[in-house]
């Protein structure tokens, strides 16, 4: 069956030092989402992608963060700055018209 | 904002009995509702689903039931296996192609032998 890779799996993180996440999202999926889980919080909107830009964002989702599809395959998630807060589960998830999401098993980011 | 809310963080249950998680919502745009199931460092992974227009969804073990007055919706598993023990996330949308999802905090089900 069809998998969303992350990587990293963990990444720790020098507060104030940019960090980049990884996904391969399914190849033929056209709709592409961050989601991020902040331990013991609930699963929270951060940015959905399409049609090489973005469609929506949350408030979350401020001048420190980005996203790139930079060779049709990988969706990147950048954090600029990164902040102690921004420790958490980082999804990312792909979807087609008509179809539910497939979320990938996360990146535990981790800023010290 | 809680617009999705599980007021129940956890829950244990017998092999064999009903389960049943609870989700309830504040937000009368959402239309569509959906319950994810997530095990330990992995994803979320779609469980059932539910749209607005009807109260009820059943495949297999899992049934779930809408009471859009009451704005709440319930998840069933009957009978409940061992291998049902996860965090159990209820989610719901308002439409739109976006298809943006407003999560629950979750409900840790363990079911015990």
């Known amino acids: 069956e069809p998998e969303v890779t992350q990587t990293p799996s963990h990444q720790v993180t020098q507060m104030g030092q940019e960090v980049i996440l990884r996904c391969v999202p399914i190849s033929n999926h056209l709709y592409f989402y961050w989601y991020r889980q902040i331990l013991g919080q609930k699963v929270e909107f951060l940015v959905s992608f399409y049609n090489n830009e973005i469609s929506e964002k949350s408030e979350i989702f401020d001048d420190q963060f980005s996203v790139e599809r930079p060779d049709g395959s990988n969706f990147t998630l950048k954090i600029r700055s990164t902040k102690l807060e921004d420790s958490a589960m980082y999804f990312c998830a792909s979807r087609n018209r008509g179809t539910g999401y497939t979320f990938g098993s996360g990146t535990r980011l981790t800023v010290v | 904002d809680q617009q999705v809310k599980q007021n129940s963080p956890s829950l244990s249950v017998q092999e064999g009995r009903i389960s049943i998680l609870n989700c309830d919502y504040t937000?009368?745009?959402?239309?569509?509702f959906l319950w994810y199931k997530k095990y330990p460092a992995e994803g979320p992974t779609f469980l059932i689903s539910i749209s607005s227009i009807k109260d009820k969804n059943e495949d297999g073990r899992f049934t779930v039931f809408l009471n859009k007055s009451a704005k709440h919706l319930s998840l069933h598993i009957v009978p409940s296996q061992p291998g049902d023990s996860a965090v159990y996330f209820c989610a719901a949308n308002s439409g739109g192609s976006n298809y943006k999802l407003t999560f629950g905090k979750g409900t840790l089900l363990t079911v015990n032998p």
């Open positions: 937000n009368s745009m959402f239309d569509y």
